[in-house]
């Protein structure tokens, strides 16, 4: 067997091995690679920046869980502080049991950094069971599906929460999602049935079903992954909303290193595959 | 280099360290770790779905408040368990029922607003598009592409003539999606394994910040 055959027969062991180097070493040494920020992701920075202190309070859902923490997560923080920084008020909920787990650890965060307070800048929602039945409600009354907050307290002792009665009393409602119930049913029922203005924050694997609708203005921005999520933490720092710890954006040089490994394997079993039919 | 002294962490590091064990081969640690993360999830959906769901909405206004119209929920979720009575097992037809109408007709005319109306109108080429050669030009793209992928779907008639290579080109159109999506997936998983060398190398052995 030549060099060139033994490309189509390289262990596993070796590749999980050099891309675990190829993702630890620039975690350590990092190399600062550049990032460019991409149109869908500065439409979502653009219709959150063009909001301020008078504007109706954003709505952010969970609907994630911790397996796609390292994607959606960072989303989620760039997102508080961007809406933080711009002293707007912010209602949180979550469509998956798991979500508000993720969006406790945030709320304990950032709204800190900005010296925010529960109740009048913020409001945590919790989950809530049913995702048709519940967006549906949403859309005639939250109160109505949400009648306490997560800690328990009535929605109507909150001075925030007792003023948003639907979604015509949001200015936008930013879905990260990885996967359902999620961006879908957001878009299916509370942008299609009531108009409801839609950010997108998704997993990478969802990215390329949510471009169409991006396209049609159905979905009002993307973040895409990891990368999404980077480009979102960078224009949050570079128009000085906040010089707070940048998680996506440091896992940036990783990504794009175990990338160009991927491509050098497949080039490589491609390259061994082809002489191996030559020689048949 | 600052380890942590969060004992969870250490829990945390350690059962990561047992998932990755899989990648050398099946072993004990990794059985361990999966078993583990079934059993909480299932108890913990268990725990979520009674003091979420099953509590403040159904237990609190029919036996709190005596609110007796929640008989009838309670009586629908019910009759799913008649199917372990063979003798009563049709009610089980009466929720079925319900849930399929109630959730058709809430779904079926925003499906056709969310992907039959607005995508074809997306579709279409309108003056507004050619503002900007480049979005008039991804337009046109847009256009050829869905036209020639709906060609190759059409099962009707012989592909010949002009078919054949509208259908054709509609297979690169479609090879470039599944493309676009493949490398998304890649992205998505190297993200997940940036996530976990983050934590260990971060949160637990502090070597990054």
Same mark, same amino acid.
């Given at each position: 067997?030549n060099?060139?055959q033994?490309?189509?027969?390289?262990?596993?062991?070796v590749?999980?091995?050099t891309?675990?180097?190829?993702?630890?070493?620039?975690?350590i040494?990092?190399i600062g690679l550049?990032?460019?920020?991409m149109?869908?992701?500065?439409?979502?920075?653009?219709?959150?920046?063009s909001?301020g202190p008078?504007?109706?309070?954003?709505?952010?859902?969970?609907?994630f869980?911790?397996?796609s923490?390292?994607?959606l997560?960072?989303?989620?923080?760039?997102?508080l502080?961007?809406?933080?920084?711009?002293d707007?008020?912010v209602?949180v909920?979550?469509?998956?049991?798991?979500?508000p787990?993720?969006a406790e650890?945030?709320?304990?965060?950032?709204?800190?950094e900005f010296n925010?307070?529960?109740?009048?800048?913020?409001?945590?929602l919790g989950?809530k069971?049913?995702v048709?039945?519940?967006l549906?409600?949403?859309g005639d009354n939250?109160?109505?599906?949400?009648?306490?907050?997560?800690?328990?307290?009535p929605?109507?002792?909150l001075?925030?929460?007792?003023?948003?009665k639907?979604?015509?009393?949001?200015?936008?409602?930013?879905?990260?999602?990885?996967?359902?119930?999620?961006?879908r049913?957001?878009?299916?029922f509370?942008?299609s049935?009531?108009?409801?203005?839609?950010?997108?924050?998704?997993?990478?694997?969802?990215?390329?079903?949510?471009?169409?609708y991006?396209?049609?203005?159905?979905?009002?921005?993307?973040?895409?992954?990891?990368?999404g999520?980077?480009e979102?933490?960078?224009?949050?720092?570079?128009?000085?909303y906040?010089?707070?710890?940048?998680?996506?954006?440091?896992?940036?040089?990783?990504q794009?290193l175990?990338?160009?490994?991927?491509?050098?394997?497949?080039?490589?079993?491609n390259?061994?595959?082809?002489?191996?039919?030559?020689?048949? | 280099m600052?380890?942590?002294t969060?004992?969870?962490?250490?829990?945390?590091?350690?059962?990561?360290l047992?998932?990755?064990?899989f990648?050398f081969?099946?072993n004990?640690?990794?059985?361990?770790a999966?078993h583990?993360?079934?059993?909480v999830?299932?108890?913990?959906?268990?725990?979520?779905?009674?003091h979420n769901?099953?509590?403040?909405?159904?237990?609190?206004?029919?036996f709190r408040?005596?609110?007796?119209?929640?008989i009838i929920?309670? %009586?629908?979720g019910?009759?799913?368990?008649?199917? $372990?009575i063979?003798?009563? /097992? *049709?009610? #089980?037809?009466?929720? =079925?029922?319900?849930?399929?109408?109630?959730?058709?007709?809430a779904?079926i005319?925003a499906?056709?607003?969310?992907?039959?109306?607005?995508?074809?109108q997306?579709?279409?080429?309108?003056?507004?598009?050619f503002?900007?050669?480049?979005?008039?030009?991804?337009?046109?793209?847009?256009?050829?592409?869905v036209?020639?992928?709906?060609?190759?779907?059409?099962?009707?008639?012989e592909?010949?003539?002009?078919?054949?290579?509208?259908?054709? %080109?509609?297979?690169?159109f479609?090879?470039?999606? $599944?493309?676009?999506?493949? /490398? *998304?997936? #890649?992205m998505?998983? =190297?993200?997940?394994?940036?996530g976990?060398f983050?934590?260990?190398?971060?949160?637990?052995l502090?070597?990054i910040?």
């Amino acid at each position: 067997m030549n060099i060139v055959q033994s490309f189509t027969k390289i262990p596993r062991q070796v590749v999980f091995v050099t891309i675990a180097l190829a993702v630890m070493i620039p975690l350590i040494i990092p190399i600062g690679l550049p990032v460019r920020v991409m149109p869908k992701s500065e439409r979502l920075f653009h219709a959150i920046d063009s909001l301020g202190p008078d504007s109706k309070p954003v709505l952010i859902s969970c609907d994630f869980d911790p397996q796609s923490m390292p994607e959606l997560y960072p989303m989620l923080v760039a997102i508080l502080r961007h809406c933080f920084a711009r002293d707007m008020k912010v209602l949180v909920m979550a469509l998956w049991p798991q979500g508000p787990g993720m969006a406790e650890m945030a709320l304990e965060q950032v709204p800190r950094e900005f010296n925010k307070t529960y109740g009048e800048d913020f409001v945590f929602l919790g989950y809530k069971f049913g995702v048709t039945a519940v967006l549906l409600g949403m859309g005639d009354n939250i109160q109505g599906v949400f009648p306490i907050d997560y800690y328990g307290t009535p929605l109507d002792s909150l001075q925030l929460a007792a003023r948003v009665k639907n979604y015509d009393d949001l200015s936008l409602v930013v879905t990260l999602s990885s996967g359902d119930p999620g961006w879908r049913a957001w878009l299916l029922f509370a942008q299609s049935r009531y108009g409801a203005n839609l950010g997108v924050g998704v997993t990478a694997v969802s990215a390329a079903d949510v471009y169409p609708y991006v396209e049609t203005g159905q979905v009002l921005g993307l973040l895409a992954g990891m990368k999404g999520a980077s480009e979102y933490e960078i224009l949050v720092q570079e128009n000085g909303y906040s010089e707070g710890r940048r998680s996506a954006v440091q896992g940036m040089d990783a990504q794009s290193l175990g990338h160009l490994l991927i491509m050098v394997f497949i080039v490589l079993g491609n390259i061994g595959y082809f002489f191996m039919r030559r020689q048949k | 280099m600052m380890l942590s002294t969060d004992p969870w962490v250490w829990l945390a590091a350690f059962l990561t360290l047992c998932i990755f064990s899989f990648l050398f081969r099946d072993n004990i640690f990794y059985q361990f770790a999966e078993h583990l993360f079934v059993g909480v999830s299932a108890g913990y959906l268990i725990a979520i779905t009674w003091h979420n769901q099953i509590y403040p909405n159904l237990v609190i206004p029919l036996f709190r408040q005596g609110n007796v119209v929640y008989i009838i929920p309670l %009586l629908f979720g019910l009759s799913y368990f008649a199917r $372990f009575i063979p003798k009563i /097992g *049709y009610l #089980v037809r009466f929720p =079925i029922a319900f849930l399929l109408g109630w959730g058709s007709g809430a779904a079926i005319p925003a499906y056709f607003q969310r992907d039959i109306l607005r995508q074809t109108q997306g579709t279409l080429l309108v003056r507004d598009m050619f503002t900007e050669w480049d979005s008039g030009l991804w337009a046109l793209i847009i256009l050829v592409g869905v036209i020639c992928v709906l060609i190759y779907f059409f099962f009707s008639r012989e592909r010949k003539g002009i078919m054949k290579p509208a259908a054709n %080109l509609g297979i690169i159109f479609l090879m470039l999606g $599944f493309g676009a999506s493949f /490398g *998304y997936t #890649v992205m998505s998983r =190297i993200s997940l394994l940036i996530g976990r060398f983050q934590f260990l190398l971060g949160t637990w052995l502090g070597i990054i910040r």
